[in-house]
Nanobody, 123 residues
Framework: QVQLVESGGGLVQAGGSLRLSCAASGTIFSIDNMGWYRQSPGNQRELVAQVTSGGSTIHADSVKGRFTVSRDNAKNTVYLQMNSLKPTDTAVYFC?????????????????WGQGTQVTVSS
């Protein structure tokens, strides 16, 4: 069974920094993408950032220049370094992974989700 476990959420002052980590464990053959979504009250879940197995990254316009996503393939872990945090960054952050549990060529990748971790930025 595949599990994603997040850590690093909490309360921080505006302008501060926070680093989120998410480790995938279980029967994993390969991970295509890992990244982060977030959801705040009254809003839909949105993509924050993601990184492919080859290291290509995507960052939402709202966080470019402030957040950096990275991964350690050997540890099946993705990180989100959040700097210059704003109150509008307050949300539940969800880790996700698009991964394969089989070596068979025809097997499809499936998306897995963490339970979410609360990030609260005070003014």
């Amino acid at each position: 069974q595949v599990q994603l476990v997040e850590s690093g959420g909490g309360l921080v002052q505006a302008g501060g920094s926070l680093r989120l980590s998410c480790a995938a464990s279980g029967t994993i053959f390969s991970i295509d993408n890992m990244g982060w979504y977030r959801q705040s009250p009254g809003n839909q879940r949105e993509l924050v950032a993601q990184v492919t197995s080859g290291g290509s990254t995507i960052h939402a316009d709202s966080v470019k220049g402030r957040f950096t996503v990275s991964r350690d393939n050997a540890k099946n872990t993705v990180y989100l370094q959040m700097n210059s945090l704003k109150p509008t960054d307050t949300a539940v952050y969800f880790c996700y992974a698009l991964l394969r549990t089989s070596h068979y060529v025809g097997a499809s990748a499936r998306q897995y989700w963490g339970q979410g971790t609360q990030v609260t930025v005070s003014s």
